[in-house]
């Protein structure tokens, strides 16, 4: 049976200008430069604690701890600014017309993300769900072997589709097709250069039939 394994943040949920508001409150608090939106998709990256070491945390002054709880703590008071990126519903409804299990696999704390998935209203529309047990967005490949193994996903059959380097770094390691669509937290750049499948945006994958189904 075929399945899509879907990243959340920046791939079904358009939340970069949270990210991007949230961390420059803490740059800004800090008196570290802020940055922009292209700046940004250069930066990010996984794990987060690079990237805000990249941006200009110090953590020989602070625990990595502090800054990432108060990302959350505003990350979750703007929530509701945050909409599904362009054609989600569409295109997961599309997938799951054409009987293909879908997922997610997401670097977020598990139950914020069962939270968010059922605030946006697409809870229904994956047979399951995977986040990570802490906020400290480190890997996701643990995660994903997890998941193939507890619902059987045949992996000759399975796309990991997201918005980062490191869905394709999970991808790699777990032996599985990715697509990756650059209207997320990276670069079109950045992901180019992984040499993996880049689209520009979700509705592409319906309208270029990018999975041959």
């Known amino acids: 049976m075929k399945s899509i394994i879907w990243d959340w943040n920046g791939t079904l949920l358009n939340d970069i200008e949270l990210c991007i508001k949230s961390i420059n409150i803490l740059l800004k608090d800090r008196n570290i430069r802020e940055i922009n939106t292209k700046i940004y998709k250069e930066v990010f990256s996984f794990p987060v604690k690079d990237y805000y070491k990249t941006v200009g945390f110090d953590f020989e002054k602070e625990d990595f701890s502090i800054p990432a709880h108060q990302f959350i703590g505003l990350y979750n008071e703007g929530f509701d600014s945050c909409s599904l990126q362009n054609s989600t519903i569409e295109v997961l409804t599309y997938f799951r017309e054409k009987g293909i299990r879908q997922f997610v696999l997401s670097a977020m704390e598990h139950q914020m993300l069962e939270k968010t998935l059922e605030l946006k209203g697409v809870s ?29 996903i045949d992996t000759e059959n399975v796309w990991l589709i997201g918005d980062t380097i490191h869905d394709y770094e999970v991808a790699t390691e777990l032996g599985i097709k990715c697509i990756l669509i650059a209207d997320g937290h990276q670069s079109t750049e950045r992901l180019v250069q992984t040499g993996g499948n880049v689209i520009n945006d979700l509705k592409q994958l319906v309208t270029k039939n990018i999975l041959e189904i």
């Open 124 to 152: 229904n529309f994956f047979a399951g769900i995977s986040g990570l047990n802490d906020h400290y967005a480190v890997s996701k490949i643990e995660l994903g072997r997890k998941l193939i193994e507890d619902f059987k």
